[in-house]
């Protein structure tokens, strides 16, 4: 049987691998978007009203990013140093996709790659030329130079896909990727995590960011306890590492969301976030689900959570930017 011997839960966003100079490039993508908060969407400039007594100018002013920034990196080695030491045979990643690999005409709930080789290749020119400003720089936070091949591990991907169908999940299954590149939510933890030296690994994917086939919290959670099964009756000695990726709340910070969803890790208690309304789900808030997956995995087997760190990177006045989190169970 493999033995579960780590998990590990962090954001990924663009703020994380660029320097706090770039965010700005943000701030005009914010100004002109309608963004998802508390049930409704707001304008840019009725976020600024109605938060004005929270201090985002202040926190989001140059010396306040820089410490911040910095807390973020030194967590992710925290995070790394960890990853390293648990000597890791294989990592199963609980992720999702923005159009990467996928798009409008095909988008599963959940999916799976059981393949040899996961590709994680440079994007062409025409491609990066269409990427918004504070985007296009981020990339190389993703995508090692060259590109990069990885190790599937086709063995046990497999195993899961099995059990996840026995236990009522019908999750589509890929041999290679759709797409050249890997969605930034794997390639993140490629190359941050995992320094580069990746470990075969078995992508997991979620559809967290576009309705209408988004799986609720409790299907998350359930999905997770599904693959904790698969692991523990897989016959090998292997082991295993659980990795989620995404979050914490963005574009518009709330941190009492994040509190909450905090105080569940700690709880080892999901029913905590299925008490946060879908509409707390949206846009890069949704990736949360990412890690519901690996909150109930954990709970049910009594790995101890530590809080590594929490840090809301704000950018602007209206409280817009990423709440970042980075937690392990060991």
């Known amino acids: 049987m493999a033995q579960i011997v780590l998990g590990v839960g962090t954001s990924h966003g663009p703020m994380l691998v660029t320097e706090t100079e770039a965010w700005d490039l943000r701030i005009p993508a914010d100004k002109a978007a309608m963004h998802a908060w508390r049930g409704a969407r707001w304008s840019f400039d009725n976020l600024v009203a109605e938060r004005a007594d929270q201090g985002f100018a202040e926190q989001s002013s140059p010396p306040i990013k820089k410490e911040r920034h910095a807390r973020t990196q030194a967590a992710i080695e925290q995070l790394a140093d960890r990853f390293a030491a648990a000597k890791v045979d294989v990592a199963v990643i609980f992720g999702n996709d923005q159009m990467e690999i996928f798009d409008d005409r095909l988008i599963p ?135 989620a990726s995404g979050g914490l709340t963005h574009f518009v910070i709330d941190e009492s969301v994040d509190r909450l969803f905090l105080d569940a890790i700690r709880a080892s208690d999901v029913g905590k976030i299925e008490t946060l309304s879908e509409t707390i789900f949206e846009d890069g808030t949704s990736e949360m689900k990412n890690w519901v997956p690996l909150i109930g995995a954990m709970a049910e087997l009594g790995l101890e959570p530590e809080i590594v760190d929490y840090v809301p990177c704000y950018r602007s006045e209206a409280g817009t930017g990423n709440a970042m989190g980075f937690v392990t169970w060991q």
């Open 109 to 243: 709930a959940f999916s799976a790659f059981t393949g040899e080789t996961i590709t994680n290749y440079e994007f062409p020119p025409e491609r990066m030329a269409k990427l918004p400003p504070g985007i296009d720089i981020s990339v190389a936070g993703y995508i090692p130079q060259g590109g990069a091949e990885y190790r599937g591990q086709p063995a046990l991907a497999t195993a899961i896909v099995e059990r996840l169908i026995d236990d009522g999940f019908d999750v589509a299954t890929m041999k290679s990727m759709p797409k050249p590149e890997t969605p930034h939510a794997f390639g993140f933890v490629y190359r941050r995590i995992m320094r580069d030296a990746p470990c075969p690994t078995v992508p997991l994917l979620i559809n967290t960011f576009y309705p209408p086939n988004t799986p609720r919290v409790g299907r998350c959670a359930a999905f997770g306890r599904s693959v904790l099964r698969a692991i523990e009756l897989w016959d090998s000695d292997l082991r295993v590492a659980l990795i």
